[in-house]
Structures are given as structure tokens and as C-alpha cells.
């Protein structure tokens, strides 16, 4: 193939992805981004005092096998703090319980040890639990993987709670594991998720026994995650540029047998171009092959409205994105250090020597669902000297939260704070911020599968990359990553080479 130029519409994971595999291949590639900072909705920034904020919380477990190997691949991978292998549940008044996955023998059996001893469910419940997930496709997947996710997929067509209690679950298991679980992962519950975004990580636990591990980054994305790609894009002619906004799509018509390359279907036109807008006024680009990396509002916002004549584009604007808040809190103590004893006490207000919960932590007695102390779980840019906890909340579902004043949002959560955690009752809170988001990840409801798009379209020269694109796995940093891949793959019109999660791939 000779070398082309391609122009890169977003520079969140799912462009990254897609630039280094193109500037592998040997092409030119420029990355436009409408934002002042790369890293889409794992973005993040100093602010003018010195302090990291991220546009979310980001948690990276083991089964992200295809963002792993790119952090291999531009020599990140040591970037990534491992926790320990347990799912940490904090219950109102400093309650703590576990959902242990440590075990000598691996998976399946660390899974079904995990969910039988878990004292977050009672005995009736955890029985329960047991029938549902006796009863799904992981069964099956134990032997043959591919079958399994085919029976997944075709679970799209409901939610996961009408699926848990029609197989034997209860709603007690729903409301105390399974909804904090699904806020964290997709940001709405377990009435509102599909059944397939669910069980393909309950397939994916079930297969490998390290899956259900997580790490978090040393610190800020832009330091630890996505500046390290970037480096190994720029290393190989590739170039960014920020505050480059497209407003205008340009398309010319073409032959018809030009214009088949194995889409769906020949619209008998082409991209010409675009128009960029940016601090010294508006920009022509244009290239050999377009991609557009954007989330579900960027790409309905981009795509010119006589495209909708086409079913892959129009289908589209049937797909919405959910609200989420983030919510930063600074204390002068640790936090998540729990315990009333007299050496506790002196601990959580030991600066010298952090104390606490190094994990990622759920709940399901607060308005956030999940929640970390980056100054412990990331402390490379989240501690600081002579100061404490850094809680990192986010607050789902998000919708009530967006037409909030900042002073509001943070109040109710510091409280809601204080109740999980009572023994801090004295600490006091610092410094604050929040990051909201009005349309972050897609919506993963039932029925949406059939409305994601391929990363190839009609239009021969555009292609889609974004985590809601079609790919097998939720919207999520593993998902941006595939479907970055997915989408170079398409440019250079080969077969994708995807890192598997089945447990016979690759990690």
C-alpha cells in the first residue's frame, strides 16, 4: 500500500490507537483535537494552582488485553499500579466488605470462592446469585468461548436485571453488588444496562483468572497513559493538534466503481476535505482517508446531514450518551482509614505517612457509585506534602447533578463522604473540584446493538473509530482501544489483529 495521509478527527485512546498502528504501517497521520488537552474522556490537566484534574475515574483491569498491549508496545505498561485482587465494598458508617477473588486455584474457582464468601450478600441471596450465574452463557464459555459470546450478544435485547431475577437472582443482590457494579461500568443501573454489556465481563472473569484485577495509573493520564503514545506517535512523523474544531465536512462526487472498496453500500461520493476552526481562524485540510474518533455527540455533530440518507449514519443519532459528575475532595487526613482506636486516630491524621484503602471502592449507600483516594491509589501527581486524602467520586446516574451549582455537588457529596466513612467526621475538606459532563459514555441500553456502527462506512475514504462503534466489549478504554485498531485495520484494508480475552489468548 503506498503511503497515505490520514487525518484524525479526535485524539482520545480510540485516535491514539489508530495513529500508532498507521504510523507503524508507515503513513503520514495528523491528529485534530477540539479540545485544549488530547486524552478525550480519559483527559486530564494541571489547573493554573498545580493541581491534576481528570475528566473521570479511570480503572484498568487485566482483561483490557488490547490496551495493555499498546502500553507495551510505547513501554507504559510499568505505569500501571496493581491493587490487590479484591473488590472493596464500603456500606454506610464505615461498614467494609469484600468480594475476594485471592485463592490458590484460578479461574473459574477464584470467581465462584469470591461471590460464595462475600459477606456483602446474605447466605439466601448468595444462593440466588449462584442459580443466575449457573444458569448463563459462562457455562457454556468455560468450554467454548465464541459460543458463549454469541449467546451474549444476543442478550442485548434486554436489560441485565430483567435477566439476573428472570434466571433466579435477587433484588437484594441487584441493589447492594450489582447496581454499584454497573454504575461504575457504564453509568446507569441495572434496569437501564443491556444483559450483554454485563455478562461479557462476567465471560471475561470467568476465563482468566487475573481479569478481575485492576490497576490504577501512577497519576494523571496525560503523564502516565496517553503521553507516552503520543511520544511514540510524534517518534514516527505523526503530529497533533489541539483546539482544531471541525465545522464543515466537504464530499465530491465520484465514479461508482471508484467508490466501491467493500462498503455496505456505494453513496457515490467522497471526502474532499474539511474546515477546521482554531485560534487563528479557520483551516482546510485535506487528505487520502478521514477517521473520525469521536464520542456520540462529536460524531453527530460532525457528520453532514444530507449522510443520514444512508441507514449506518442515520442509525447513529439513535444512540445517546449518559451524564456523569466527578467530583474531587482534598482532606487534611486519611480518609479511608478506618477504625476509632487511639493508634487509628493518631494514623489518619499522620501526614507524614499515608493511611487507607488503596483500591478502587463501591458503593451502594452514596450518589457515587465508585470512588478512589488517589492520593494513596495514584500518588505519583495526587499527593501532596503536608496534605491528605484525595477522594475521587463519581457521581451516578449524573443526571441530577448537571444543572447543579459546583458548591451544591460538592457539599452533598462531602457528606455523603462523611457517612460511609464516620471516623473522619473531623477531618476538613481543603480544596474541590468538579468536571461535568453532560454526554460521556454511550448509553448501553437494550436494543442498542443493532445502532452502532462498523468502523468501515459507505463513504470509502470515512471511517469511525470510538468505543461506541461496534466492538466486542462495553464502552470503555478497552473498547476505544479496539476500535481505534479496528478502524486502522480498515484503512489499510487488512484483517484486524486483535489481543484476545478468551483464555486461550493473549493478554
Not at 430 to 451: F, I
Request: hydrophobic letters at 45%.
Amino acid at each position: 500500500m503506498d503511503r497515505v495521509r490520514v487525518a484524525i478527527v479526535g485524539a482520545g485512546l480510540a485516535g491514539l490507537a489508530a495513529a500508532v498502528d498507521l504510523v507503524d504501517a508507515g503513513h503520514a497521520v495528523d491528529l485534530y483535537e477540539a479540545r485544549p488537552f488530547m486524552g478525550g474522556k480519559v483527559g486530564s490537566w494541571v489547573d493554573p494552582d498545580g493541581n491534576h484534574i481528570e475528566m473521570g475515574l479511570h480503572v484498568f483491569f487485566f482483561n483490557y488485553a488490547n490496551l495493555f498491549a499498546l502500553l507495551r508496545k510505547v513501554g507504559a505498561i510499568e505505569n500501571l499500579l496493581p491493587k490487590q485482587h479484591t473488590h472493596l465494598f464500603v456500606n454506610a458508617g464505615g461498614d467494609l466488605r469484600e468480594l475476594d477473588f485471592r485463592f490458590p486455584i484460578g479461574a473459574p474457582f477464584n470467581g465462584l470462592k469470591a461471590f460464595f464468601t462475600t459477606p456483602q450478600l446474605d447466605w439466601i441471596d448468595k444462593l440466588r446469585n449462584a442459580l443466575a450465574l449457573g444458569t448463563s452463557p459462562i457455562v457454556r464459555g468455560l468450554v467454548d468461548y465464541e459460543g458463549a459470546m454469541r449467546v451474549i450478544r444476543d442478550l442485548d435485547r434486554i436489560s441485565f436485571a430483567q435477566w439476573f431475577l428472570g434466571h433466579g437472582g435477587s433484588r437484594q443482590s441487584i441493589e447492594r453488588m450489582w447496581n454499584p457494579i454497573a454504575y461504575a461500568l457504564g453509568f446507569i443501573d441495572c434496569e437501564a444496562i443491556s444483559a450483554r454489556c454485563m455478562l461479557t465481563i462476567f465471560m471475561m472473569f470467568a476465563a482468566k483468572t487475573e481479569a478481575s484485577k485492576l490497576n490504577l495509573l501512577k497519576g494523571s493520564p496525560h503523564r502516565w497513559l496517553t503521553g507516552p503514545i503520543l511520544d511514540y506517535i510524534t517518534a514516527r512523523g505523526g503530529r497533533l493538534h489541539l483546539r482544531h474544531r471541525v465545522t464543515q465536512v466537504h464530499y465530491e462526487p465520484i465514479p461508482a466503481a471508484a467508490g466501491d472498496q467493500g462498503a455496505a453500500a456505494d453513496p457515490g461520493f467522497r471526502v474532499s476535505g474539511l474546515t477546521l476552526g482554531t485560534p487563528e481562524g479557520e483551516r482546510q485540510v485535506e487528505a487520502d482517508a478521514y477517521l473520525a474518533a469521536c464520542d456520540v455527540p462529536g460524531i453527530q455533530r460532525m457528520l453532514p446531514e444530507a449522510w443520514r440518507r444512508l441507514p449506518l449514519f442515520d442509525a447513529i443519532y439513535r444512540l445517546e450518551a449518559v451524564p456523569v459528575a466527578t467530583v474531587q475532595l482534598r482532606y487534611d487526613g486519611w480518609v479511608t482509614e478506618l477504625g476509632d482506636s487511639p493508634a487509628h486516630q493518631a494514623s489518619r491524621t499522620d501526614l507524614s505517612r499515608p493511611a487507607g484503602l488503596d483500591n478502587l471502592l463501591y458503593t451502594a449507600d452514596a450518589d457515587f457509585s465508585c470512588f478512589a483516594d488517589l492520593a494513596l491509589a495514584s500518588p505519583e501527581d495526587y499527593r501532596k506534602e503536608g496534605l491528605g486524602s484525595l477522594l475521587q467520586c463519581v457521581l451516578t446516574p449524573g443526571d441530577p447533578w448537571i444543572t447543579q451549582k459546583t458548591e451544591a455537588i460538592v457539599a452533598a457529596t462531602d457528606a455523603q463522604v462523611r457517612r460511609l466513612f464516620p471516623s473522619a467526621a473531623n477531618l476538613t475538606l481543603v480544596w474541590s473540584n468538579v468536571v461535568k459532563l453532560a454526554q460521556s459514555l454511550y448509553r448501553e441500553a437494550p436494543g442498542m446493538e443493532p445502532y452502532r456502527p462498523t468502523q468501515r462506512t459507505p463513504v470509502p475514504n470515512f471511517f469511525l473509530a470510538g468505543s461506541y462503534t461496534r466492538q466486542d466489549y462495553i464502552d470503555s478504554m478497552e473498547g476505544a482501544t479496539m476500535s481505534g485498531r479496528m478502524a486502522a485495520a480498515a484503512i489499510l484494508d487488512r484483517p484486524v489483529q486483535l489481543a484476545s480475552n478468551a483464555a486461550t489468548g493473549s493478554a
